[in-house]
């Protein structure tokens, strides 16, 4: 939690109060982590786009229900993950059928085996991919939390109050998404270990 | 207008319309300012203790549910739950089962309530619409639990705002008339307030 000194605190208490000059500044402090957060959320890129931008549009509205000293990252993480799970109801209620807006060999999902090249660069990217298409899949309770605790670096109180649960319950859900992607890791990792054995080539690592 | 202002209008627009209403209706009914803690009551102390029960828990609801903390978000949403899911229960336990009132002549009431069900109906509306005005765009998580919270708030002000007009000692009186509205306003919150409390 902020002690109300930080700069970023003080801009969005200027923000809050209808100094709406500090905006810029404030955007540009604030933006890239909030972004980070989206893109980790939304998974998709035009997803991650209007998730950011709408947090941006409520943030602005809701400015006068900022408390002063607290964290304004936390609060906006919290209304990105409301806009999210807003627009994930909307969208499991009109669910539509679109084509594919790009080339089917850079689909995210394709199995690992069936995008598997030799080179140690392509394995590093499966796994990448093999990643990102676990944290897409697993519930959004656990997913928001894996990413509040590992990659924004929250602590568990911090990522509890975002979530408005406990920190129990925040530690048990970052620990159960960890395990889905350590076993969706080692999974890909064997599977492609063994094709490369194979097919008869040396495995990058040596493994 | 920041939050903390708003929620300070809203608690002295709710006092000031809960007082008006109690007073003035009981006045035109039973002719007495605060009806229920006056007109055929068993035992003095025990209809003041009750009230300040009933009164303690409106409080405690009204904290627990605009409460928003340091970092902003407020109470846990199972914490929010608990409270919502308590409220009635606990009203219902202090005023139908402690009952302080006997039997009179000089209360005539229906027996499904309907001046009381005005009122709590009346007043919880008040409390409601006071407080999600006050919360507008507040709560960027648990917002269904900070609204079914809210709505618990309205339905425990409606609650002692019927318990401090109405002396009736009628057990299904008190269950339709007070307690009941009670329940629907928690649930109307519920139902209601999570699109007007969200960013």
Not at chain 1, 19 to 35: I, S
Not at chain 1, 109 to 136: F, G, I, M, R, S
Not at chain 2, 3 to 24: D, F, K, M, N, P
Not at chain 2, 183 to 195: H, Q
């Amino acid at each position: 939690m902020n002690s109300g000194t930080d700069p970023v605190c003080r801009l969005m208490e200027r923000y809050a109060n209808g100094e709406h000059a500090v905006f810029d500044q404030l955007y540009r402090e604030m933006a890239p982590r909030l972004y980070r957060f989206c893109r980790r959320l939304a998974i998709r890129q035009a997803d991650t786009d209007d998730c950011f931008q709408e947090t941006f549009l409520k943030l602005h509205r809701a400015r006068a229900t900022y408390v002063s000293g607290s964290d304004p990252l936390h609060w906006a993480f919290a209304i990105a993950r409301s806009v999210y799970l807003t627009r994930s109801r909307y969208w499991r209620r009109r669910p539509e059928q679109l084509g594919d807006s790009e080339d089917v060999a850079s689909r995210n999902d394709l199995h690992p085996q069936q995008t598997l090249t030799p080179e140690a660069e392509n394995v590093a990217e499966d796994l990448l991919k093999a990643a990102v298409q676990e944290l897409d899949r697993m519930p959004e309770p656990h997913r928001v939390a894996y990413i509040l605790l590992k990659e924004e670096g929250l602590t568990a109180k911090e990522a509890a109050a975002v979530l408005g649960t406990t920190e129990d319950a925040v530690r048990q859900r970052a620990h159960r998404a960890y395990e889905r992607i350590r076993r969706a890791l080692s999974g890909d990792y064997e599977s492609e270990s063994h094709s490369a054995y194979e097919s008869g080539i040396q495995h990058p690592y040596g493994i | 207008m920041r939050t903390a202002s708003r929620v300070s209008i809203a608690i002295g627009v709710a006092c000031t319309a809960i007082l008006l209403i109690v007073t003035g209706a009981s006045q035109l009914v039973y002719g007495q300012w605060i009806a229920g803690l006056s007109v055929a009551v068993d035992s003095r102390p025990g209809i003041l203790m009750v009230a300040a029960l009933v009164l303690s828990l409106a409080s405690v609801t009204t904290l627990v549910a605009v409460w928003r903390g340091r970092g902003g978000f407020g109470l846990p949403v199972v914490t929010l739950a608990a409270l919502a899911v308590l409220v009635t229960p606990l009203y219902a336990s202090f005023t139908v089962l402690f009952a302080q009132h006997v039997s009179s002549s000089d209360v005539v009431v229906s027996w499904w309530g309907a001046r009381c069900l005005s009122i709590a109906a009346l007043v919880g509306s008040i409390v409601l619409a006071a407080f999600g005005w006050a919360l507008h765009r507040a709560a960027p998580e648990a917002t269904v639990g900070r609204a079914a919270a809210l709505g618990a708030c309205a339905g425990a002000w409606a609650g002692a705002a019927v318990f401090f007009f109405c002396p009736s000692a009628d057990q299904q009186h008190l269950i339709l008339g007070h307690v009941l509205p009670v329940a629907a306003l928690t649930l109307v919150g519920a139902l209601l307030l999570p699109r007007a409390l969200r960013p």
